[in-house]
């Protein structure tokens, strides 16, 4: 894949891509009818689709030449494809600009990190993952159990089905969008899940005011 190839999904990622399109209009009725933890977490499965569905077009391409099976099967990795993804289409303005260094460093920051730093954070902490367990299971320790509606609020899922939103949308993305995302995908690791910090997020989810009402944000 080259920065002026024509664009177009290999098979088996047009195959995913359309499995995280399904999910995502799953998760939409879920929402709808105000199913809203499982819904959130059918909203990170469909990030994690499409991410999957990048990596297998990345190497049909290419731009991979080792095997994906451990990476495809990582959902750290495939939440950070996604960010890298939002972060590299935040570079297409800057192309074929003239600029001195100090403006493109102060632009990249302003454009292309800072607008997207929760994604990317997210991301590398682990909380896609912990929504998507959260959404779906009830949770049990020594001390406690946590249901899926205590935990994921409406507001939560509004903000998670906009990321699986954008996120198939990316997957259909220009060629440099897929080149620069690919790099930094390399650049980085994605980090093994991290139980204590799942239950960080569980114990800071579980600390907030419940709704009032099942349509409060």
């Known amino acids: 894949m080259n920065v002026d190839d024509d664009f177009d999904l290999s098979p088996l990622s047009a195959l995913v891509l359309q499995n995280a399109e399904k999910v995502l209009r799953d998760a939409k009725i879920l929402f709808d009818v105000g199913s809203y933890a499982t819904a959130g977490a059918l909203a990170c499965v469909s990030i994690e689709e499409a991410g999957k569905a990048c990596l297998i077009l990345w190497r049909d391409k290419g731009l991979i030449e080792r095997d994906i099976t451990k990476d495809i099967t990582n959902h750290a990795a495939k939440h950070r494809v996604f960010a890298g993804l939002k972060?590299?289409?935040?570079?297409?303005?800057?192309?074929?600009?003239?600029?001195?260094?100090?403006?493109?460093?102060?632009?990249?920051?302003?454009?292309?990190?800072?607008?997207?730093?929760?994604?990317?954070?997210?991301?590398?902490?682990?909380?896609?993952?912990?929504?998507?367990?959260?959404?779906?299971?009830?949770?049990?320790?020594?001390?406690?159990?946590?249901?899926?509606?205590?935990?994921?609020?409406?507001?939560?899922?509004?903000?998670?089905?906009?990321?699986?939103?954008?996120?198939?949308?990316?997957?259909?993305e220009i060629p440099f969008v897929h080149l620069v995302a690919c790099g930094m995908y390399f650049s980085g690791k994605a980090p093994a899940r991290n139980p204590a910090m799942m239950r960080k997020i569980r114990e800071m989810l579980a600390s907030r005011r419940a709704p009032a009402n099942p349509t409060e944000t």
């Open 87 to 172: 972060e590299a289409k935040s570079f297409v303005p800057l192309l074929g600009q003239k600029l001195e260094r100090k403006e493109v460093e102060e632009r990249i920051f302003s454009q292309v990190l800072e607008p997207n730093r929760e994604s990317s954070f997210l991301a590398k902490l682990g909380a896609y993952d912990a929504f998507k367990q959260y959404g779906f299971y009830v949770d049990i320790d020594d001390r406690a159990h946590f249901q899926p509606e205590t935990l994921i609020h409406r507001g939560d899922v509004e903000y998670l089905i906009a990321e699986a939103t954008l996120a198939v949308q990316l997957v259909r």
